[in-house]
């Protein structure tokens, strides 16, 4: 059986942190330049503010539960019969996001790095790793976050720095984009980029309580927010618009385009790394908090049996769109903008049904 | 047993993954260094490879070997015509026995004719997509022939060609003559709303310009510079020369800069780092007065756009050293420096006037004045409403320079020449 462990703030933070970061790798900035122009750095910020008006529902949820998860809560609180159906939609939704994510990695890594190698051996391969950091459980997977956090960061940060020499600060111009009205609405819809943030409700178990979610929670937030802006700042800085909406991966370009003469040049595969390891936390952790909501609406104490042919949805469900273009302008795109009815809606009503039907948790204290 | 089984998986999982899709070796490709693209006859395009084989000298002697040995570079050039890049790289891979790869490609050679017949969004911009070809790659307008000009691509002695062409663009922010230029540049130039695109103007330099007889020289000198890469008088060197720049007007090229007025550009964009200037001897003109300037601030633009044409006033801030006095007026001297800073100043102005006149006939703003402009618009639409490239054209510009001349170079001042025939 896979012990879920339980580990610390930092842990969860930078596994949190990672998770939500590491989309910013990918095709997103570039659609976001699509809708709102030069407004995307800002516009993050309004997305995060939203993402913690949403995670403070799921908060007041875990605070009045405390010591139990979300998937325990749902239980109590819907009853067997709407906790399995609540249960099944989120963790079938996740499965999704991490299908959507696996396959946009392996689009990307195609269109830049391995031409020639079929998606489904680029997802198998990757698979491979998601399978093995499964089998070790959660705390191992927050761990490892925590490990290669650091060299994500160093990483993360020379790529901006040796970025400077391309930085064009006028590009930011004009400042509201495409409207102060677009980019409030696109704000708003898009917090569903921090939507990852509400694994926390499933992990729930294995952090040190409501007080310390609470400071997880907003300070992932608050990280994620920043870092996610600023990356759309330094790249709204190098590409002006009309060509910042065509890239397919922004930062992996902006990374390529670091030349300091013979020695300082071709820096990819700093990004590179930043990209595979980010992604392998991002879908490690999405996967096994679907592995947590489904073992728990089924019942099932030991996770192993269910983690192979699991990984097998994931990898069916990551082959089903037909193209690049299907998963960028279709699903990821979807994802981003109405992922938050799933990722914040259903704790409001579960904390409306609790107050309406009195339910309540044991005190922490008791 | 577990840990047994786990360790032997980790061992044996290598070498299913050694042989994976896209791996290669070292020596499977032909590393294109520089390629042509001009208008085809048999098809539309004609592109021309240059492809370099870098190896070892293999007749060094034993202190060569291991230390850095002499490089022995080898030429190919293989010219073809073809509808696109892709397909022409399909049939050169159908006929040698590597493939080729342009991850080693530093430049990109378009003929002036087809950047005039406006073909650059056919031929060049489709290539960002190609992902060997990278958005730093340097690209060049080149008068004549493409193949021409990539054919008399040499290395500089001792040199390989792909440090021979890098350290040729760098030269750009320290001489300014041409602008050191990339596909990232082209692409960004043809699809902006705020400024045009200027690329490096470079050709073939076949000495028709060098006059070896007649007779000597007499009169004022021109402008330093104030030529095109192919009419510079000169002899020997190398073949090619990169001098001037080809002005656009979205995709299609509608004149050329000369050297000087390229370094005038630059210098109002804040993009001359330092750089030499010869300014006409203001009590000889027929002798000059080289002078080393350097930009010590970033340019101030203004523009206003209140008004039906927009008002630019450009301010520029300059130092400088005198490279040397040909006339031996003492102009070392506190009153006189400022005949000289005065001179200069007036020498600026009016080159940075006569490049954007000339600009402003092309209808390309080359200044990048529209990235200052933007900064009192609001939002996109209202900006590309606005459409400040068609804007331009009727705008107005004051240039102010302040020059101060810092050294003197390694005389304090000058004493008169002594001579029989000036004492009788």
């Not at chain 1, 990356?231 to 930062?251: D, H, R």
């Not at chain 1, 990819?268 to 980010?278: A, K, M, Q, S």
């Not at chain 2, 390629?35 to 034993?62: A, C, L, P, W, Y």
């Not at chain 2, 040729?168 to 082209?186: C, R, V």
Request: glycine content about 8%; overall charge negative.
């Amino acid at each position: 059986m896979i012990r879920e462990g339980n580990f610390g703030y930092h842990e969860a933070i930078s596994l949190l942190a990672i998770t939500i970061l590491a989309k910013t790798f990918f095709t997103s900035p570039a659609i976001l330049v699509g809708i709102v122009g030069t407004a995307g750095w800002y516009m993050t910020l309004i997305s995060a503010l939203t993402a913690m008006f949403g995670f403070m529902f799921l908060y007041l949820l875990l605070k009045r539960f405390p010591n139990k998860n979300i998937m325990e809560i749902a239980d109590m609180v819907l009853g067997k019969l709407g906790s399995i159906i609540f249960l099944f939609l989120f963790g079938g939704f996740l499965l999704w996001s991490a299908s959507i994510s696996i396959r946009e990695f392996a689009e990307v890594l195609k269109v830049y790095v391995l031409p020639q190698s079929p998606p489904s051996f680029i997802i198998i391969l990757f698979l491979i790793t998601i399978i093995v950091l499964s089998f070790m459980g959660l705390e191992t997977i927050a761990r490892f976050a925590k490990f290669i956090i650091y060299i994500l960061g160093v990483g993360f940060i020379l790529v901006f720095l040796l970025s400077v020499q391309n930085i064009a600060p006028r590009y930011l111009f004009p400042l509201l984009g495409y409207g102060l009205d677009k980019t409030i609405i696109h704000g708003l819809l898009r917090s569903s980029f921090y939507g990852e943030i509400v694994i926390i409700g499933v992990i729930a178990s294995s952090l040190q309580g409501y007080k310390e979610i609470k400071r997880i929670g907003f300070s992932t937030l608050l990280i994620a927010g920043f870092l996610t802006s600023f990356s759309l700042l330094v790249f709204a800085m190098i590409f002006p618009y009309p060509v910042g909406q065509e890239i397919t991966s922004p930062m992996y370009e902006m990374a390529a385009l670091i030349d300091y003469g013979g020695f300082m040049q071709r820096m990819e595969p700093i990004f590179l790394f930043l990209w595979n390891f980010g992604t392998f936390i991002e879908v490690s952790l999405i996967f096994y908090a679907t592995l947590m909501i489904f073992c728990h609406a089924f019942r099932i104490d030991d996770k192993r049996p269910v983690i192979l042919p699991m990984i097998t949805t994931l990898y069916s469900l990551s082959l089903i769109p037909k193209s690049i273009s299907e998963v960028t302008s279709g699903f990821v795109q979807t994802l981003r903008s109405w992922g938050w009815i799933v990722y914040y809606v259903p704790p409001v009503i579960i904390l409306i049904i609790a107050l309406i039907r009195k339910k309540k948790g044991d005190s922490q204290n008791a | 047993m577990r840990k047994g089984t786990l360790i032997l998986i980790s061992l044996l999982l290598p070498f299913f993954i050694t042989g994976c899709f896209d791996s290669h070796e070292i020596g499977d490709f032909a590393y294109v260094t520089a390629m042509g693209v001009e208008h085809g006859i048999s098809d539309t395009f004609r592109i021309t490879f240059q492809i370099s084989k870098f190896s070892k000298s293999s007749g060094g002697n034993g202190e060569n070997e291991g230390g850095g040995g002499e490089k022995n570079e080898e030429m190919e050039i293989i010219t073809m015509d073809s509808s696109s890049l892709l397909s022409a790289v399909s049939i050169v891979n159908a006929n040698i026995s590597k493939e080729l790869n342009f991850m080693h490609l530093k430049a990109i050679v378009i003929s002036e004719e087809l950047a005039e017949n406006g073909k650059l969004g056919e031929c060049l911009a489709p290539i960002v997509r190609y992902r060997h070809i990278r958005r730093t790659t340097n690209i060049i307008v080149c008068k004549g022939k493409a193949e021409e000009f990539i054919t008399a691509l040499m290395p500089y002695p001792g040199e390989l060609i792909t440090r021979t062409l890098e350290e040729l663009f760098e030269k750009s922010n320290t001489i300014g003559y041409f602008p050191h230029t990339t596909l990232n540049d082209l692409y960004d130039g043809i699809k902006s709303s705020y400024n045009a695109l200027i690329l490096t103007y470079g050709a073939v330099n076949k000495e028709e310009k060098f006059e070896s007889d007649g007779e000597f020289f007499k009169g004022e000198s021109d402008v330093p510079g104030n030529f095109n890469a192919g009419d510079i008088p000169r002899k020997g060197g190398s073949k090619v020369e990169l001098f001037g720049s080809a002005v656009f007007d979205g995709e299609k090229m509608k004149g050329k800069l000369t050297g000087f007025e390229t370094q005038m550009l630059l210098l109002a964009r804040g993009e001359l780092i330092r750089g030499p200037f010869s300014i006409t001897d203001p009590e000889k003109p027929e002798l000059m007065v080289p002078i080393d300037i350097k930009e010590i601030e970033n340019p101030e633009i203004m523009i206003d756009l209140n008004e039906d044409k927009p008002k630019i006033h450009v301010k520029l801030k300059l130092e400088g050293d005198i490279a040397s006095i040909q006339s031996g007026i003492n102009y070392e001297t506190p009153e006189k420096m400022t005949i000289i800073e005065d001179a200069l100043e007036q020498h600026l102005i009016k080159g940075i006037e006569i490049t954007f006149e000339k600009c402003k006939e092309f209808k390309a703003d080359v200044f990048n004045f529209g990235t200052t402009a933007v900064m009192q618009f609001w939002t996109i639409p209202e900006w590309e409403e606005y459409n400040w490239l068609g804007k331009f054209p009727e705008s107005e510009l004051k240039v102010e320079v302040d020059f101060t001349i810092r050294r003197t170079g390694k005389l304090l001042k000058n004493k008169p020449l002594f001579s029989l025939e000036d004492k009788k």
